[in-house]
């Protein structure tokens, strides 16, 4: 990157950062599941536009499988809460 481009942020960076943490201190993916909501969550809102989305796309596609089955539209921005 040259020295006067913009720096383009992560938008889901810090959802990854918070479930990391989450697992570094209760080395739990169930106890850390809200935070693994929010990353999934994050990639849905920002397709393409975050390089930690590339890896959970099979468990992002679980997720909207599994909103399908609970009867809602996985691309209402509602299912897509971040908080």
Known sequence: MAANEPKIEDP?????????????????EERCAVQFRRVLNCCRLNPGSSKVCTG????????????????????????????
């Open 12 to 28: 889901c960076f810090k959802y990854t950062c918070a479930y990391q943490r989450c697992l570094g201190r209760l080395y739990s």
């Open 56 to 83: 959970f796309k099979r468990q992002i596609a679980e997720l909207e499988e599994e909103l399908r089955k609970e009867g809602l539209d996985p691309n209402d921005p509602s299912t897509m809460s971040l908080d």
